[in-house]
């Protein structure tokens, strides 16, 4: 008999499901429905159009709905649906209730099929003879999209199955939920208080920057589709090319939008996590900062094209590949291939097969378009069938190895032998010429980064076990470092991944700001080198001017004083340093001189202002930090956590004040707050300085905090003094177990005991003792512990108190050879408070649990920091200003000219 489940809303599930299914569907027959629009003319044609328009309607009410109905079950706290519960909590304050809904991948996956279906009501208002190729294209993207929220499982051929992840599934449906004992109790979610209240936000989420950064760049994803649309509607109508003139509006819209869904990263980056800055280098930041490169490259190659008619088949191919890059990062983020080297990406829910079919067929798509030879078209697409047939037996990374390889050949040999080319190729001293160059030097860009970023995916492929194996030939043949690391498929970046990729890019960011500024001095087809120096001339000698001092300044007289490593890329600063003021004087020189001013037609050079002040900003700020936060007391932090530095990171007690930089600090204790269902613990430091007449006196508080959280970890967030030059970043590196507990429990005078798990040479660090497990040994017969026919181990710690004396403490366990009970002795210092009772030795891993508790009359408090000072910074953030208006303006004068052609072409057509 089945059971009846009380406290159940099932309405919000049976409706989400059909809309999902109503969504999916509605997305195949119509994109099926627009691609016959192509092919058929007359009434045929006309039905077609209000069949596939009827389709898209209902597709995107479906994909509404589904927004709405999970929106509806978050606030109302529906705990019984399985994405409720896991990403929601009831306390928690209803401005993060919104951020619930994109946090996991449903959500996501949701969250752009919503921004492609506004975007597509859009395009059915304004695409015009586009429309069908460009809304078949949209309507592809969202069938494969709606198909990853299917949420179908099935067996086949003893095989279970999955394809997508439903957010409307309830949690006792979850198949690893399905028979657990309390799924047998009708009143579950009220007999078990797990299902209350919610599992809750993630604490790094629940920040104000999670309920606009996402969407934004969500939004940005999505206008890369429209480029990328109206390229395919370009190759498949034929017309290759009248389809840049609409695309180009999207892509610099695109530009726009993802390029500041990007940068409110790095600012939520700086703003609340214990990064230790804006940027870096994440593996989920590469992934989205690529497309974006690529996208900006295609922006430009597409506006050459626009008024030369040069370099037709590069915007076709660096449109199809943003859209390609932004569904390979959506992989890496969704796929859990980066969960061990990103912070940022989610975990593997069983999605990889979905994403990669997305990614196959979207690369077959563009490619066989691309390819433009009948007979290349179907080899091609029969190489592909083989592949997934390939794919399908389990051989993932051979056929996906395979599939580019076989991809690359299509396309070369397709460009060759088919596709148009320019009669005429771009005069040296042309703005074409060098504004492709530009593009191309971010395309360089974009690959060093990609293929870093893509490390974990090569080395999952390198476990194949033939390419394992032919590794190993290879390593026989020519045994080297390398050779070593295909073998053992662990292919990395140096360690210090910021220093690794700031000397690549740093001199590729030179390159792109010098010919941002001499880029449009150029005329297009051919320039009057004279003329073009004289008018540079001027920009080039401010800016050495006063580039000179300012590197003079800032890097060249350090260089003496810093090592090797650390001068080269001191030299490789004051080269971008004057590659980004050129560009600042040059950009400047040209609006004011050349446009006289005029707003109106100035967005690209103050975008190019905004982007070379931004690079200055990051420049300065990152090269120049200064940690301040040396350790000047007489503890060596290395003690309480091994990734911590004396160098770098200060210890401190409560009420104590030692010198910090230029400062003097106290740490002056610790307030405990419930924030959205979570307790806070906020560390107050207070700032001191001396004033003219030798005074100390306070000159700030900051106050750090971590927020706590049982189930997803602890998270430090830090705290910043914003100064109009500088920034001083403070965050809490490590912090003693007591100082986050409210009020402990005592036993005899001593707190209640607390097990730590650890190894020889671990360190216990409780509220003012630290203990370091030196050696493990076996009683002899002379040690007061020994026991015949027994075996005692000695447990030998170095104990720290207040005064940093140290103790040694011994606790034993005596494990009988007869089998009877085994007996702990607990180690006990009544000059620092401190009692040690081992309770578990595991043989096999090395692990030792201990019980640990402090006597109550220590109880103390002390914290280590880190803190640092970003000078310039605001810079970078004007910089991200300038060059959003400068691209909102830009993209307004480009949709007034496409207005203005178009009335020309009507006024034209009118006349004959």
């Given at each position: 008999?089945?059971?009846?489940?009380?406290?159940?809303?099932?309405?919000?599930?049976?409706?989400?499901?059909?809309?999902?299914?109503?969504?999916?569907?509605?997305?195949?027959?119509?994109?099926?429905?627009?691609?016959?629009?192509?092919?058929?003319?007359?009434?045929?044609?006309?039905?077609?159009?209000?069949?596939?328009?009827?389709?898209?309607?209902?597709?995107?009410?479906?994909?509404?709905?589904?927004?709405?109905?999970?929106?509806?079950?978050?606030?109302?706290?529906?705990?019984?649906?399985?994405?409720?519960?896991?990403?929601?909590?009831?306390?928690?304050?209803?401005?993060?209730?919104?951020?619930?809904?994109?946090?996991?991948?449903?959500?996501?996956?949701?969250?752009?099929?919503?921004?492609?279906?506004?975007?597509?009501?859009?395009?059915?208002?304004?695409?015009?003879?586009?429309?069908?190729?460009?809304?078949?294209?949209?309507?592809?993207?969202?069938?494969?999209?709606?198909?990853?929220?299917?949420?179908?499982?099935?067996?086949?051929?003893?095989?279970?199955?999955?394809?997508?992840?439903?957010?409307?599934?309830?949690?006792?449906?979850?198949?690893?939920?399905?028979?657990?004992?309390?799924?047998?109790?009708?009143?579950?979610?009220?007999?078990?208080?797990?299902?209350?209240?919610?599992?809750?936000?993630?604490?790094?989420?629940?920040?104000?920057?999670?309920?606009?950064?996402?969407?934004?760049?969500?939004?940005?994803?999505?206008?890369?589709?429209?480029?990328?649309?109206?390229?395919?509607?370009?190759?498949?109508?034929?017309?290759?090319?009248?389809?840049?003139?609409?695309?180009?509006?999207?892509?610099?819209?695109?530009?726009?939008?993802?390029?500041?869904?990007?940068?409110?990263?790095?600012?939520?980056?700086?703003?609340?996590?214990?990064?230790?800055?804006?940027?870096?280098?994440?593996?989920?930041?590469?992934?989205?900062?690529?497309?974006?490169?690529?996208?900006?490259?295609?922006?430009?190659?597409?506006?050459?094209?626009?008024?030369?008619?040069?370099?037709?088949?590069?915007?076709?191919?660096?449109?199809?590949?943003?859209?390609?890059?932004?569904?390979?990062?959506?992989?890496?983020?969704?796929?859990?291939?980066?969960?061990?080297?990103?912070?940022?990406?989610?975990?593997?829910?069983?999605?990889?097969?979905?994403?990669?079919?997305?990614?196959?067929?979207?690369?077959?798509?563009?490619?066989?378009?691309?390819?433009?030879?009948?007979?290349?078209?179907?080899?091609?697409?029969?190489?592909?069938?083989?592949?997934?047939?390939?794919?399908?037996?389990?051989?993932?990374?051979?056929?996906?190895?395979?599939?580019?390889?076989?991809?690359?050949?299509?396309?070369?040999?397709?460009?060759?032998?088919?596709?148009?080319?320019?009669?005429?190729?771009?005069?040296?001293?042309?703005?074409?010429?060098?504004?492709?160059?530009?593009?191309?030097?971010?395309?360089?860009?974009?690959?060093?980064?990609?293929?870093?970023?893509?490390?974990?995916?090569?080395?999952?492929?390198?476990?194949?076990?033939?390419?394992?194996?032919?590794?190993?030939?290879?390593?026989?043949?020519?045994?080297?470092?390398?050779?070593?690391?295909?073998?053992?498929?662990?292919?990395?970046?140096?360690?210090?991944?910021?220093?690794?990729?700031?000397?690549?890019?740093?001199?590729?960011?030179?390159?792109?700001?010098?010919?941002?500024?001499?880029?449009?001095?150029?005329?297009?087809?051919?320039?009057?080198?004279?003329?073009?120096?004289?008018?540079?001339?001027?920009?080039?000698?401010?800016?050495?001017?006063?580039?000179?001092?300012?590197?003079?300044?800032?890097?060249?007289?350090?260089?003496?004083?810093?090592?090797?490593?650390?001068?080269?890329?001191?030299?490789?600063?004051?080269?971008?340093?004057?590659?980004?003021?050129?560009?600042?004087?040059?950009?400047?020189?040209?609006?004011?001189?050349?446009?006289?001013?005029?707003?109106?037609?100035?967005?690209?050079?103050?975008?190019?202002?905004?982007?070379?002040?931004?690079?200055?900003?990051?420049?300065?700020?990152?090269?120049?930090?200064q940690t301040i936060s040396e350790n000047t007391s007489s503890f060596d932090v290395m003690q309480l956590d091994s990734s911590a530095s004396n160098e770098q990171n200060i210890f401190i007690r409560l009420g104590d004040t030692l010198p910090m930089?230029?400062?003097?600090?106290?740490?002056?204790?610790?307030?405990?707050?419930?924030?959205?269902?979570?307790p806070y613990v906020y560390f107050n430091v207070d700032y001191l300085t001396k004033d003219a007449a030798g005074k100390i006196e306070k000159a700030f508080t900051l106050r750090p905090f971590i927020q706590m959280n049982d189930r997803m970890g602890?998270?430090?967030?830090?705290?910043?003094?914003?100064?109009?030059?500088?920034?001083?970043?403070?965050?809490?590196?490590?912090?003693?177990?007591?100082?986050?507990?409210?009020?402990?429990?005592?036993?005899?005078?001593?707190?209640?005991?607390?097990?730590?798990?650890?190894?020889?040479?671990?360190?216990?660090?409780?509220?003012?003792?630290?203990?370091?497990?030196?050696?493990?040994?076996?009683?002899?017969?002379?040690?007061?512990?020994?026991?015949?026919?027994?075996?005692?181990?000695?447990?030998?710690?170095?104990?720290?108190?207040?005064?940093?004396?140290?103790?040694?403490?011994?606790?034993?366990?005596?494990?009988?050879?007869?089998?009877?009970?085994?007996?702990?002795?607990?180690?006990?210092?009544?000059?620092?408070?401190?009692?040690?009772?081992?309770?578990?030795?595991?043989?096999?891993?090395?692990?030792?649990?201990?019980?640990?508790?402090?006597?109550?009359?220590?109880?103390?408090?002390?914290?280590?920091?880190?803190?640092?000072?970003?000078?310039?910074?605001?810079?970078?953030?004007?910089?991200?200003?300038?060059?959003?208006?400068?691209?909102?303006?830009?993209?307004?004068?480009?949709?007034?000219?496409?207005?203005?052609?178009?009335?020309?072409?009507?006024?034209?057509?009118?006349?004959?």
């Amino acid at each position: 008999m089945p059971i009846s489940y009380s406290g159940e809303h099932l309405l919000y599930g049976q409706i989400g499901h059909f809309l999902v299914i109503l969504a999916c569907v509605s997305a195949f027959f119509g994109a099926f429905s627009f691609f016959m629009r192509l092919r058929t003319t007359g009434e045929t044609q006309e039905g077609w159009r209000k069949i596939s328009r009827t389709l898209y309607l209902v597709h995107a009410l479906a994909v509404f709905g589904i927004f709405a109905d999970l929106l509806l079950m978050l606030f109302n706290h529906r705990f019984e649906y399985q994405y409720v519960w896991q990403h929601s909590r009831r306390d928690m304050n209803m401005n993060y209730i919104l951020a619930c809904l994109w946090e996991g991948q449903e959500g996501s996956t949701l969250l752009w099929m919503l921004w492609h279906a506004v975007i597509g009501l859009v395009l059915m208002r304004r695409a015009g003879q586009w429309e069908a190729p460009v809304m078949g294209t949209v309507m592809l993207v969202q069938a494969f999209l709606s198909v990853m929220l299917l949420g179908l499982y099935f067996n086949l051929f003893g095989t279970e199955f999955h394809i997508g992840l439903n957010p409307f599934l309830l949690i006792r449906e979850q198949p690893e939920n399905l028979g657990l004992p309390w799924t047998e109790s009708a009143d579950y979610l009220t007999k078990f208080p797990m299902f209350r209240d919610g599992r809750g936000l993630n604490p790094l989420l629940q920040n104000y920057w999670m309920t606009i950064h996402p969407p934004t760049l969500f939004f940005g994803f999505a206008l890369t589709t429209v480029p990328f649309a109206y390229a395919v509607a370009g190759l498949l109508t034929g017309r290759l090319y009248d389809w840049q003139k609409p695309a180009l509006t999207w892509a610099f819209i695109g530009v726009g939008v993802l390029g500041t869904g990007i940068l409110m990263g790095g600012a939520w980056a700086y703003e609340s996590l214990s990064f230790g800055g804006f940027w870096a280098w994440d593996p989920v930041e590469n992934a989205s900062l690529v497309p974006w490169l690529i996208l900006v490259g295609a922006a430009h190659v597409m506006l050459i094209y626009r008024i030369k008619g040069q370099s037709l088949f590069t915007t076709f191919f660096l449109c199809i590949l943003t859209f390609l890059l932004i569904v390979y990062s959506t992989f890496l983020t969704k796929s859990g291939i980066l969960g061990e080297t990103s912070v940022h990406a989610f975990t593997d829910n069983g999605l990889n097969e979905e994403l990669t079919a997305f990614m196959g067929f979207f690369l077959w798509f563009g490619i066989v378009l691309l390819a433009h030879g009948k007979k290349l078209r179907i080899g091609y697409t029969l190489f592909t069938v083989g592949m997934l047939l390939l794919f399908m037996s389990g051989s993932h990374g051979l056929s996906m190895l395979l599939l580019l390889l076989g991809s690359l050949v299509t396309l070369i040999w397709g460009y060759i032998k088919f596709f148009p080319k320019a009669e005429k190729e771009e005069e040296l001293w042309s703005r074409e010429f060098w504004m492709f160059i530009g593009a191309m030097v971010l395309v360089i860009s974009a690959f060093h980064i990609i293929v870093f970023t893509s490390l974990p995916v090569t080395n999952k492929f390198l476990q194949v076990d033939g390419v394992h194996k032919l590794m190993q030939g290879l390593n026989n043949l020519v045994d080297a470092k390398w050779t070593r690391s295909l073998v053992n498929a662990n292919l990395a970046p140096d360690k210090n991944i910021i220093g690794f990729y700031n000397k690549w890019q740093i001199p590729i960011a030179f390159v792109v700001t010098l010919l941002m500024a001499v880029t449009q001095f150029f005329k297009y087809r051919k320039t009057d080198f004279a003329t073009f120096r004289k008018q540079l001339r001027r920009s080039f000698y401010i800016s050495l001017a006063i580039s000179l001092p300012l590197a003079c300044f800032i890097y060249i007289l350090e260089m003496k004083h810093v090592q090797e490593d650390r001068a080269r890329i001191y030299m490789l600063c004051t080269l971008l340093l004057f590659g980004t003021v050129f560009s600042i004087v040059a950009n400047g020189d040209y609006w004011l001189r050349i446009l006289k001013g005029k707003i109106k037609n100035a967005g690209s050079s103050i975008a190019h202002i905004g982007f070379a002040v931004l690079l200055l900003g990051a420049l300065i700020s990152t090269s120049k930090k200064q940690t301040i936060s040396e350790n000047t007391s007489s503890f060596d932090v290395m003690q309480l956590d091994s990734s911590a530095s004396n160098e770098q990171n200060i210890f401190i007690r409560l009420g104590d004040t030692l010198p910090m930089g230029e400062y003097m600090i106290t740490y002056t204790g610790r307030d405990r707050k419930m924030e959205n269902g979570a307790p806070y613990v906020y560390f107050n430091v207070d700032y001191l300085t001396k004033d003219a007449a030798g005074k100390i006196e306070k000159a700030f508080t900051l106050r750090p905090f971590i927020q706590m959280n049982d189930r997803m970890g602890n998270a430090a967030e830090p705290d910043t003094r914003h100064y109009l030059h500088k920034d001083i970043y403070t965050f809490i590196k490590f912090v003693p177990m007591t100082a986050l507990q409210e009020k402990p429990q005592t036993t005899d005078g001593y707190e209640q005991p607390r097990k730590f798990t650890m190894m020889r040479t671990d360190t216990i660090a409780t509220g003012q003792c630290i203990a370091i497990l030196d050696s493990l040994t076996l009683a002899s017969p002379t040690d007061s512990v020994y026991v015949e026919n027994a075996e005692t181990v000695i447990l030998h710690f170095t104990g720290f108190g207040q005064s940093m004396k140290s103790v040694q403490l011994k606790t034993s366990m005596t494990i009988p050879r007869d089998g009877q009970q085994v007996s702990m002795k607990e180690a006990i210092n009544e000059e620092i408070g401190l009692r040690l009772t081992v309770w578990k030795i595991d043989p096999k891993t090395g692990k030792i649990d201990v019980y640990v508790s402090e006597k109550n009359s220590n109880r103390g408090d002390f914290i280590v920091m880190e803190a640092s000072i970003f000078p310039a910074i605001n810079v970078l953030w004007l910089g991200c200003l300038i060059m959003i208006i400068g691209t909102v303006l830009a993209v307004r004068e480009r949709m007034r000219r496409n207005k203005v052609e178009n009335a020309e072409v009507v006024t034209g057509e009118e006349m004959k």
